[in-house]
C-alpha cells in the first residue's frame, strides 16, 4: 500500500524569505501524481500544485516550485519570497494513475507559519 | 471555484444518534466524496460517487453510509454516532477527466 510522509508537523520562516517542505512516498508503481494542497484557517482545501510522475520537469505555479526526486520518493515545496497568506497547513498527497476511484493517499501535513 | 455547500457546519450531537451531513455542489461534477481530517492523520476517504445512484467505500468506510439520488447531493449518514467519528468532514467534487478536486469548507462533528 502506498504511504505519504510529512515529517515535518511545523515549520515556521520569515516573511519575504524561502522555505522547503518535505514530503516522501512509498510506492512500487511508476505512474503516479503528486500533490500539495494549501489549507488556510478557512479550512477549505485548495490546490497549490501538481506534479506528474511521467514527467522529469518540476513543476511550478508562480512562487511555489517542488523538487521532484523520483528514484528517492521525494517531492518537497518551496516556497518562495513567502507572504503572510502563505500561513496554513500544507498537505501532500499521491494518487495512483491506475483505477478510476481517484483516492488519494494523504500526508499527515505541516504547519507553516510565516513570521512578520 | 466550484459551489460546494456543506450543511451543517458544526453539529454537536450525543453518542448513539442517527447524523447526516449534506453536500451540495452547483456545478455538475461527476464525482463526489467524503473525507474525514483527523489530527495526524491527514484525509481519509470513506466513501465516494461515481454518479447518481453509483457509490462506493473508501479506506474508513466502517459506520458510515452514503447517498447519492441527484447529481447535486452526496448526503454522509452516521446511523449511530460513536465519539471516535468525532472529526472535521469534507465534501469533495471532481469534474471527469481533470484532476483537480473542488473542496467545501467542512463540517466540524462533535459526538459526546
Known amino acids: 500500500a502506498q504511504t505519504v510522509t510529512q515529517s515535518q508537523p511545523e515549520m515556521s520562516v520569515q516573511e519575504a524569505e524561502t522555505v522547503t517542505l518535505s514530503c516522501t512516498y512509498d510506492?512500487?508503481?511508476?505512474?503516479?501524481?503528486l500533490f500539495w494542497y494549501k489549507q488556510p484557517p478557512s479550512r477549505q482545501m485548495i490546490l497549490v500544485i501538481r506534479?506528474?510522475?511521467?514527467k522529469q520537469q518540476n513543476a511550478t505555479e508562480n512562487r511555489f516550485s517542488v523538487n521532484f526526486q523520483k528514484a528517492a520518493k521525494s517531492f518537497s515545496l518551496k516556497i518562495s519570497d513567502s507572504q503572510l497568506g502563505d500561513a496554513a497547513m500544507y498537505f501532500c498527497?499521491?494518487?495512483?494513475?491506475?483505477?478510476?476511484?481517484?483516492?488519494?493517499?494523504w500526508g499527515a501535513g505541516t504547519k507553516l507559519i510565516i513570521k512578520p | 471555484d466550484a459551489g460546494i455547500t456543506q450543511s451543517p457546519r458544526h453539529k454537536v450531537t450525543e453518542t448513539g444518534t442517527p447524523v447526516t451531513l449534506r453536500c451540495h455542489q452547483t456545478?455538475?461534477?461527476?464525482?463526489m466524496y467524503w473525507y474525514r481530517q483527523d489530527p495526524g492523520h491527514g484525509l481519509r476517504l470513506i466513501h465516494y460517487?461515481?454518479?447518481?445512484?453509483?457509490?462506493d467505500k473508501g479506506e474508513v468506510s466502517d459506520g458510515y453510509s452514503v447517498s447519492r439520488s441527484k447529481t447535486e447531493d452526496f448526503l454522509l449518514t452516521l446511523e449511530s454516532a460513536t465519539s471516535s467519528q468525532t472529526s472535521v468532514y469534507f465534501c469533495?467534487?471532481?469534474?471527469?477527466?481533470?484532476?483537480?478536486?473542488?473542496f467545501g469548507s467542512g463540517t466540524q462533528l462533535s459526538v459526546l
Open positions: 469533495a467534487t471532481r469534474y471527469g477527466v481533470m484532476e483537480k478536486l473542488f
Open positions: 456545478e455538475n461534477h461527476r464525482y
Open positions: 460517487s461515481y454518479g447518481v445512484k453509483d457509490t
Open positions: 510506492t512500487s508503481e511508476s505512474d503516479y501524481y
Open positions: 506534479q506528474e510522475a511521467y
Open positions: 498527497a499521491y494518487r495512483s494513475a491506475s483505477g478510476s476511484n481517484y483516492q488519494l493517499i
